[in-house]
């Protein structure tokens, strides 16, 4: 199987079209397998987590800590409903067509991607101004727990990891995936549109030379088979049970007190107020 | 790109004696495997090295795809009927008189005696950028090079483009929708019959194939109900060339009145879009008017409503309106409107 389709243009040079369609089946058959694997080990292999003691609460600061601990504002779970239904949408009206079920998706899907690049763009500034805009790359402490927690899986002697901050090393990886696949395919849909009618641009098919408009749609077709693979492996996670909390946290913004002192370190990631709690002030940080 | 031999490269023929030898054959092959009618396409995409088939099912050996027979409702075309023997049958002339004015349209006597029914319905797009074998997007490529700034496009589409303007070049196929014709198609699962209308494909749902026949189907037969039988026909094609040549526009109509004033009607195109379009909207506008000039007119109009003429083939719209206004009319020949 070739990775990418060439073909010859009426200049004569070899061009780039796409990638191989065959590659969306590595994506997903790679996905479910690599599911598969990680629910095996999780349920036969994998160790109790355990945190160091290092970041143990004390119990008065524990007490302060409110009953729902805020996670996702409004604006971050909307941008997250939006962008997900948007995906989906993408990845439906690309695919399904290469695998059988024909329909005109055209439309469907550069729509589907103005609203994704819209909604990508509304999180961008939300993230940096509104948002604190680092707690989702990883972090020294990330890193170093990280080595830890692989060196007790396989027998080593260790110290025992950190609890998390905001977002575990996980999340961040993911999301660091999810952006620079999203970024490749938004910037590389943006300019395809030039090539299909719609209201925002004039046609113009020879903005680019053959050999970049290539290249351009391998970008994007690469990006959206990672895409089936990634939205894969996050659905899995999304609705497995140790990971629940996180994923109701995405619907109603909280997160429980047991569950934030269970899973996170207070120093990593103070805790503030979920804004349902209207007996209380709302987003009331509470020293760590 | 197109490069013209004389000499095809070499592949393996079949030529089966049954349609179930034919998919069987089919399915082995899979699509290595060419469906070969009269030729009159197939071997201009073999010599210019476009298409290399490894194996060539040839169904001229089938006889059960020949001929017409009459049925309780109208009559039943083998697909691999020649457009003369159409032209020519007694039943056909006599009750469905558009399908002879359009095969005997489609080509010189040379190429109607070769070239088939099922063939004609079922061939590809004429667009010579997709013919010259360049990545377009109907050769799976990213690229509609007849729709660019410098395109030579006069001969394609100004209806329903989807990223591909190349246009359906059979003349057959709006006479065929105007007579409400079923065809019948044999796929691995069994027989299905669809409406000629939907027989044809989009580029918007499948930018690389002009009919619904996936590899391993096959058009065996074309059946036309009696639906539409007497009623008063129109075909005309306009053509560069009136010794053959393919249309640029066509229309076909049949229709039922009483006095003068139209019961109903079936009306299609071609030559405008990737497939034959049936223009339902004129249809419903023009039930209960007078077949006259005002009619016409207003059925013209609505006819090119949406059109979305490309550099080079503006006048496609004034075409198309003036041959439905014609066909509302029932003016056969004489001048355009």
């Given at each position: ?46 160790k109790?987590?355990?945190?160091s ?34 995906m ?17 998706w055209?439309?469907?899907?550069w729509i589907?991607?103005?609203?994704l690049t ?23 402490v990330?890193i170093?727990?990280a080595s ?32 620079l ?50 939205v ?18 995405m ?8 569950q ?21 002030p ?7 | 790109?197109?490069?013209?031999h ?49 194996v ?24 691999m009927?020649t ?30 005696n070769?070239?088939?029914i ?11 950028y ?16 007849a ?16 990223r ?5 070049p ?42 619904i ?26 053509r560069?060339?009136?010794?053959w ?30 497939h034959?379009?049936?223009l ?8 209960g ?15 090119v ?6 550099q ?20 056969p ?5």
């Open positions: 199987m070739n990775l990418i389709q060439w073909a010859q243009n009426p200049w004569g040079q070899q061009v780039p079209l796409h990638i191989s369609w065959g590659l969306l089946w590595v994506s997903a058959i790679g996905a479910l397998l690599f599911l598969i694997g990680h629910a095996i080990y999780v349920k036969f292999l994998a109790p987590l355990a945190h003691d290092g970041t143990a609460v004390a119990s008065g600061i524990a007490a302060q800590i409110p009953e729902r601990v805020a996670r996702h504002s409004m604006g971050a779970r909307l941008f997250h409903l939006i962008m997900a239904i948007a989906l949408a993408l990845l439906f009206t690309a695919f399904l067509p290469k695998v059988g079920v024909k329909f005109a055209v439309e469907y899907h589907a991607g103005v609203v819209v909604s990508i763009i509304y999180h961008i500034f939300h993230a940096t101004f509104w948002l604190d805009f680092w707690s989702i790359w990883p972090d020294k990330d170093e727990d830890r927690r692989i060196d007790r899986a396989l027998g080593k002697s260790a110290p025992a990891p950190r609890k998390f901050a905001k977002y575990p090393l996980e999340n961040k990886l993911y999301h660091l995936a999810v952006m696949g999203g970024l490749t395919a938004v910037l590389t849909g943006v300019f395809m549109m030039k090539r299909v009618e719609t209201p925002f641009f004039t046609r113009n098919p020879y903005l680019f030379g053959d050999m970049t408009w290539g290249w351009m749609y391998v970008l994007h077709g690469l990006s959206g088979i990672a895409f089936v693979g990634l894969t492996v996050h659905i899995y996670f999304a609705i497995r049970p140790e990971k629940l909390f996180i994923t109701k946290s619907i109603f913004g909280w997160i429980t007190r047991q934030y002192l269970e899973h996170h370190d207070p120093n990593r990631w103070p805790a503030e107020e979920a804004a349902s709690e209207s007996a209380h709302k987003a009331t940080k509470v020293p760590a | 790109m197109a490069v013209i004389d000499i095809i490269p070499a592949f393996e023929l079949f030529q089966p004696s049954s349609i179930e030898n034919a998919q069987a054959l089919l399915a082995r092959y899979g699509k290595d495997a060419w469906v070969l009618a009269g030729g009159l396409d197939s071997f201009d995409w073999f010599k210019d090295r476009i298409k290399r088939p490894g060539v099912v040839d169904l001229s050996q089938i006889k059960e795809l020949r001929g017409v027979r009459t049925t309780s409702d109208g009559l039943e075309i083998g697909a009927t457009l003369t023997e159409v032209v020519r049958h007694p039943a056909v002339r006599e009750k469905y008189g558009l399908l002879p004015d359009a095969a005997e349209a489609a080509a010189s006597p040379q190429i109607r070769q070239g088939t099922g063939g004609n319905v079922s061939q590809d797009a004429r667009c010579w997709y013919r010259g074998g360049w990545p377009c997007y109907r050769a799976g490529g990213n690229i509609c090079y729709d660019t700034p410098t395109g030579l496009n006069r001969e394609h589409a100004i209806l329903d483009a989807d591909c303007v190349a246009v359906n059979s003349d057959s196929a709006p006479a065929l929708i105007a007579l409400d014709a079923k065809m019948v198609i044999q796929t691995a699962r069994g027989e299905k019959v669809v409406d000629a209308e939907n027989y044809f494909i989009n580029p918007g749902i499948d930018i690389t194939r002009m009919t026949l996936q590899p391993g189907d096959l058009l065996t037969a074309i059946r036309i109900p009696s639906t539409w039988a007497g009623a008063k026909f129109y075909f005309e094609k306009v560069d060339r009136n010794v040549d393919f249309a640029l526009v066509n229309v076909a109509s049949a229709m039922v009145t009483s006095g003068n004033t139209i019961q109903k009607i079936r009306l299609a195109v071609n030559g405008v879009a990737a034959p379009v049936r339902t909207a004129v249809e419903t506008a023009v039930v008017k007078p077949a006259n000039e005002q009619t016409a007119k207003m059925a013209g109009d609505l006819a409503r949406g059109a979305k003429p490309l080079h083939n503006g006048y496609k719209v004034p075409l198309m309106r003036n041959l439905v206004m014609r066909a509302i009319r029932g003016v020949g004489g001048e355009a409107a």
